[in-house]
């Protein structure tokens, strides 16, 4: 069973930048897929970003696509997400995501493919 903890959320002004972690316990962190979705109130929760287990795999929403970068590191079983040039329209409830453990090096972009999720941290953008 994996657990995952994110943080890094904060407040923030447009414009400017953040960096989200999450550290994952309880698996073979590199053999897992993981993802970061958003869930704005009253929204459905959105892909944001993809990370293969070996890292050289990404993926990215058209709407953070140039300004958001997904990362990982395999010897601290974390992965990050790197917010630059942040607008109102991210603010938003940040979730990290798992899958695996995986025999080859997927990534995924829809929620009902990962079976691991953290609790969520909060990401508020003022104008």
């Known amino acids: 069973q994996v657990q995952l903890v994110e943080s890094g959320g904060g407040l923030v002004q447009a414009g400017g930048s953040l960096r989200l972690s999450c550290a994952a316990s309880?698996?073979?962190?590199?053999?897992?897929?993981m993802g970061w979705f958003r869930q704005a109130p009253g929204k459905e929760r959105e892909f944001v970003a993809t990370?293969?287990?070996?890292?050289?795999?990404?993926g990215y929403a058209d709407s953070v696509k140039g300004r958001f970068t997904i990362s990982r590191d395999n010897a601290k079983n974390t992965v990050y997400l790197q917010m630059n040039s942040l607008t109102p329209e991210d603010t938003a409830v940040y979730y990290c995501?798992?899958?695996?453990?995986?025999?080859?090096?997927?990534?995924?972009?829809?929620?009902?493919?990962?079976?691991?999720w953290g609790q969520g941290t909060q990401v508020t953008v003022s104008s």
């Open positions: 995501a798992a899958e695996g453990p995986l025999l080859s090096d997927y990534v995924f972009a829809k929620k009902d493919e990962y079976h691991y």
């Open positions: 309880g698996g073979t962190f590199s053999m897992y897929a």
């Open positions: 990370v293969s287990w070996s890292g050289s795999r990404t």
